[in-house]
């Protein structure tokens, strides 16, 4: 049989089970995002937090809050890691190195999860569960919080009512909200079924197998499948394990790998369904959705191509391209992933990328580089593509010369040099970072190969660390203190200089009055929007960093 | 030390998130 027909069907499914589950979960977001009333347990939350989860937050005091929330994170997880020896469920692991700890905490808090470690072989069970799996948790739930303030933002105005002016909702009634009616349901829920299908949860150590030609070999077993559930859901993407979903422990069939695809890709398309019917029409999640959906069925196009077609010499020798794949996955849902897991901001991998072909492993960085919009993270996608939203309605008003509004904001000279400066943080963060990564020593001597295939390896860790992807590339060794330290500032100064510029704009869209809608208004709910939007995105931001992909795999797949 | 020195990394990367905070705060001029 074809190995066409089975890469299809796995597509099928996994949209088929999109279609029917994201205007169900957009809608149970929205009202999440909109009601009034609180759980018991939320309120007993509340009360210990010692918050009013009805205050609603001017978009300063709501940005001060996601910013001490995630510094007393990144402190406490420091500490874990630098006093794992002392806790219980250790594994007899010594403290991770200072610099270590610090990009590990650093790392999860930001949503990034990139691993300079292997998960197996240097943390212990307390710091996986109290350490990295809450901040699976509270991290997810930060970028979906900022995205549904921005959300508001846009839906409010000042002219109906004054009280709104600036104030884009209450922080910690959004985290809150999203840990404990969207995320922790679905993460118990998924967890079960992942151990129905051979993932592991429990709280073994290390056992040591005898093999049947006599050799030994040690197994470590832990808190799997809880793990592995909102690592996914959450666009996370720290594994247990070192070889994250492509260990049979993590992710044991091909069932559980599509679950696997499907759970990084269910909430960022569903908080554009959210995003349409908190802006009282749905017509503009669709319209976003649609474009996210056009990028990443590209992404997953082209990539299941490269690795099916499978160019280059080696490939073609061996008659395929399954360096570095699970066998149990193959090429098709290898591609699968890898497209998903860049184009959302999970950063999980079922396929070590460093094997992907070199237009393959090209089309995986292209979609970090695009700002990880097709769909994007949890939140991050959400707010990356409203963000372009606003950078199209602006060219297109240049173009007609009328002045740029979306959904009734007028979109001014400080609305634009906000989204302008949101558009080139990442890039510039991206581009000091391999800069740095090449001008020192210590950038290169991590490196496995020599060439644009080293240079790669580089551009690929600096891309996932300033997008917050957290996927490596692998072949390249970055566990220590020159690495550590770049990685974690570009995943720390990647992460929140957007979402400040976010919800700045956030709240002057709160305050800014509704315009009506003119004769010069352009529509955002139609395809003429959504092929301008794609445009925007594959032009505005992908072309600043095609001289950079020139030097690696542009010039590896030439030659 | 080495741990002192990363915390101290840490705070001022967020006070220099919260200096941006107030700057794109500030009031627009005329």
Avoid: C
């Avoid at chain 1, 040690?218 to 070889?243: D, R």
């Amino acid at each position: 049989m074809s190995e066409v027909l089975p890469a299809l069907g796995q597509i099928a499914a996994l949209v088929l089970l999109l279609a029917l589950t994201v205007p169900l979960l957009g809608r149970f977001l929205a009202h999440t995002y909109t009601s009034d009333k609180h759980l018991a347990v939320e309120r007993v939350t509340y009360r210990v937090l010692r918050v009013d989860p009805d205050a609603d937050q001017h978009w300063r005091s709501y940005a001060m809050s996601v910013l001490g929330f995630s510094l007393v994170g990144i402190l406490l997880l420091f500490g874990f890691g630098r006093l794992q020896q002392h806790l219980p469920l250790s594994l007899g692991f010594p403290a991770l190195p200072t610099e270590g700890a610090w990009n590990t905490a650093v790392s999860f808090v930001t949503n990034t999860n990139w691993q300079w470690y292997s998960g197996e072989a240097a943390i212990g069970h307390l710091m996986q569960m109290s350490g990295l799996t809450v901040q699976n948790f509270v991290s997810a739930a930060v970028g979906m919080a900022v995205a549904a303030a921005f959300a508001r933002g846009l839906a409010r105005t000042s002219q109906e009512d004054s009280r709104v002016d600036g104030r884009v909702g209450n922080f910690f009634a959004d985290l809150v909200r999203t840990v404990l009616r969207v995320l922790l349901p679905i993460s118990l829920a998924a967890a079960f079924l992942f151990i129905l299908f051979g993932a592991i949860q429990n709280f073994s150590g290390d056992h040591v197998m005898h093999t049947l030609t006599g050799g030994s070999q040690t197994l470590t077993g832990g808190p799997v499948a809880s793990q592995e559930a909102i690592k996914q859901l959450g666009t996370n993407g720290g594994g247990f394990y070192n070889v994250n979903s492509a260990h049979p422990f993590e992710n044991p069939t091909p069932f559980t790998d599509l679950i696997q695809i499907y759970l990084e890709l269910a909430l960022p398309f569903a908080m554009a369904w959210a995003f349409g019917l908190i802006v009282k029409d749905k017509r503009q999640g669709i319209a976003v959705g649609g474009v996210m959906a056009l990028l990443l069925s590209i992404a997953v196009g082209l990539l299941t191509w490269a690795e099916m077609a499978a160019p280059g010499t080696a490939p073609q020798l061996a008659g395929g391209a399954m360096e570095g794949k699970e066998t149990r996955f193959g090429e098709a849902a290898s591609a699968l992933f890898a497209a998903s897991t860049t184009g959302t901001s999970t950063g999980a991998v079922n396929a070590m990328h460093d094997s992907l072909t070199a237009p393959g492993g090209g089309v995986a960085m292209f979609n970090m580089m695009l700002g990880e919009i097709a769909p994007g993270g949890v939140g991050s996608g959400l707010y990356g593509m409203l963000m372009l939203a606003v950078v199209t309605v602006f060219l297109a008003g240049l173009m007609v010369g009328r002045t740029p509004e979306y959904l009734g904001k007028k979109i001014g000279q400080r609305e634009i040099v906000m989204v302008a400066l949101y558009v080139l943080t990442t890039p510039v963060l991206l581009l000091i970072g391999i800069a740095a990564a090449v001008s020192f020593d210590d950038g290169p001597a991590g490196i496995l190969n020599s060439g644009p295939h080293g240079f790669s390896e580089m551009l690929y860790a600096v891309t996932s660390a300033a997008n917050n992807n957290g996927s490596a590339f692998g072949g390249i060794t970055t566990g220590t203190p020159f690495w550590n330290t770049l990685l974690g500032l570009l995943m720390l100064f990647g992460r929140f200089v957007p979402m400040i510029f976010v919800l700045a704009l956030a709240g002057r869209f709160a305050s800014a009055k509704r315009l009506p809608a003119g004769a010069g208004t352009l529509p955002t709910h139609k395809p003429l929007f959504v092929v301008l939007l794609t445009g925007v995105a594959l032009v505005v931001v992908g072309l600043t960093y095609v001289p950079v992909l020139f030097l690696g795999p542009v010039v590896e797949s030439l030659s | 030390m080495t741990d002192v020195v990363y915390v101290l990394i840490t705070l001022a990367a967020f006070v220099g998130l919260a200096l941006l905070v107030g700057a794109l705060d500030r009031p627009e001029k005329d």
